[in-house]
């Protein structure tokens, strides 16, 4: 039997390259407040289109096999969340963003906005120069124009202004299966959320509650869906309802609050959610509760904490609305080449809880 001299031996594993006809996909992860993003680096096809939202619905169509390939497991998992880079729409934007997740293609993401900032400048794909700078990101929802603070080669937070957010129904009621009559607010941020209040249920935002934030986030969802028409003022594709957010007091009393987002399939984010505190800050807002410029700070399920404040007021469609303004911070986590083996019958995904 031959003997392998550890570890110097195993570096031909390094140097391997796999057969011919199995395609390959490099990422690069990151994780802002602990949700992860694989950004898709090459390797993928790019999706085609005018817009954003057309080449969104251009992946759903043609592409979808790598989503399931990178978001589910065995290469990724039932939370996983990734986005694809991609031309921008508009002459004066850097550059234009597809996030994806275990159901399908999201609006919007502000973790992910952090994250894919923070990833382009520490690899040099965006240049230092433009640190402190204004960075404008064509996204599904609109435009978003984030800014990076640095301190060398790092970037140490993000802050960035998001699409128009708004509170669409207040103190609103729907009769949610195995709970009874439950009130929420509906409000945008860049994505719809059913936002309810964890108390009311008894139930605490913390890790060991974690199924059963699942079991009533997801049953929330659909009885808000099934009841309630969700309806975006200017486009059909935004006209859905995301997820469900609970809100409860922080644990940590120099913070405001904390949130827990359960979005997509049951998926349950670990960040306190972009688009998540956007519609927080405007329902804020519209109660009289938050002043414009106040900036308030939200902990999520793991302790991570995202500040957002108001910026200004504005009209969108019939909403009296505001424009968010959202500060977290993202690091790097890997890089990575997946292989697609059209001859192994799990390699295109499957999911388990």
């Given at each position: 039997m031959k003997d392998i001299r550890f570890p110097a031996a195993l570096t031909a594993a390094i140097g391997w390259q796999p057969p011919a006809g199995i395609e390959r996909i490099t990422v690069l992860d990151a994780h802002t407040g602990g949700e992860p993003l694989r950004i898709l680096l090459a390797g993928m096809p790019t999706p085609v289109g005018s817009s954003v939202l057309s080449r969104r619905r251009d992946?759903?169509?043609?592409?979808?096999?790598?989503?399931?390939?990178?978001?589910?497991?065995?290469?990724?998992?039932?939370?996983?969340?990734?986005?694809?880079?991609?031309?921008?729409?508009?002459?004066?934007?850097?550059?234009?963003?597809?996030?994806?997740?275990?159901?399908?293609?999201?609006?919007?993401?502000?973790h992910g906005i952090i994250a894919v900032v923070t990833a382009l400048f520490e690899t040099g794909v965006l240049p230092a120069e433009l640190a402190g700078q204004e960075i404008r990101i064509d996204a599904p929802a609109g435009r978003i124009v984030a800014v990076a603070q640095c301190t060398g080669s790092r970037v140490t937070r993000v802050c960035f202004r998001n699409v128009p957010s708004f509170l669409a129904l207040r103190d609103a009621t729907a009769d949610?299966?195995?709970?009874?009559?439950?009130?929420?607010d509906l409000a945008?941020?860049?994505?719809?959320?059913?936002?309810?209040?964890?108390?009311?249920?008894?139930?605490?935002?913390?890790?060991?509650?974690?199924?059963?934030?699942?079991?009533?986030?997801?049953?929330?969802?659909?009885?808000?869906?099934?009841?309630?028409?969700?309806?975006?003022p200017a486009e059909a594709d935004l006209s859905f309802l995301y997820g469900t957010i609970f809100v409860a007091p922080p644990q940590d009393p120099s913070n405001h609050s904390r949130n827990c987002c359960v979005f997509a399939d049951g998926e349950v984010d670990r960040s306190p959610t972009g688009t998540g505190v956007s519609g927080r800050a405007a329902?804020?807002?519209?109660?009289?509760?938050?002043?414009?410029?106040?900036?308030?700070?939200?902990?999520?399920?793991?302790g991570s904490v995202f500040g957002v404040r108001a910026v200004e007021r504005m009209r969108f469609g019939p909403h009296e609305a505001i424009v968010p303004e959202v500060s977290g911070r993202a690091a790097l986590t890997g890089r990575s080449e997946f292989w697609l083996d059209p001859e192994d019958t799990l390699g295109g995904g499957f999911l388990l809880r």
């Amino acid at each position: 039997m031959k003997d392998i001299r550890f570890p110097a031996a195993l570096t031909a594993a390094i140097g391997w390259q796999p057969p011919a006809g199995i395609e390959r996909i490099t990422v690069l992860d990151a994780h802002t407040g602990g949700e992860p993003l694989r950004i898709l680096l090459a390797g993928m096809p790019t999706p085609v289109g005018s817009s954003v939202l057309s080449r969104r619905r251009d992946a759903l169509e043609r592409l979808d096999n790598y989503r399931r390939a990178l978001m589910w497991e065995p290469r990724g998992h039932a939370d996983m969340y990734g986005c694809i880079v991609l031309p921008p729409d508009t002459p004066d934007a850097h550059f234009g963003v597809l996030f994806l997740h275990n159901e399908g293609y999201s609006s919007m993401c502000g973790h992910g906005i952090i994250a894919v900032v923070t990833a382009l400048f520490e690899t040099g794909v965006l240049p230092a120069e433009l640190a402190g700078q204004e960075i404008r990101i064509d996204a599904p929802a609109g435009r978003i124009v984030a800014v990076a603070q640095c301190t060398g080669s790092r970037v140490t937070r993000v802050c960035f202004r998001n699409v128009p957010s708004f509170l669409a129904l207040r103190d609103a009621t729907a009769d949610v299966p195995g709970v009874g009559t439950l009130r929420f607010d509906l409000a945008f941020g860049g994505a719809f959320y059913a936002y309810v209040d964890a108390t009311t249920l008894g139930l605490q935002l913390v890790a060991e509650e974690y199924r059963r934030i699942i079991e009533l986030g997801s049953a929330i969802k659909h009885a808000v869906m099934t009841q309630f028409p969700v309806e975006h003022p200017a486009e059909a594709d935004l006209s859905f309802l995301y997820g469900t957010i609970f809100v409860a007091p922080p644990q940590d009393p120099s913070n405001h609050s904390r949130n827990c987002c359960v979005f997509a399939d049951g998926e349950v984010d670990r960040s306190p959610t972009g688009t998540g505190v956007s519609g927080r800050a405007a329902i804020h807002v519209a109660r009289g509760e938050l002043a414009i410029g106040e900036e308030i700070r939200i902990e999520s399920l793991v302790g991570s904490v995202f500040g957002v404040r108001a910026v200004e007021r504005m009209r969108f469609g019939p909403h009296e609305a505001i424009v968010p303004e959202v500060s977290g911070r993202a690091a790097l986590t890997g890089r990575s080449e997946f292989w697609l083996d059209p001859e192994d019958t799990l390699g295109g995904g499957f999911l388990l809880r």
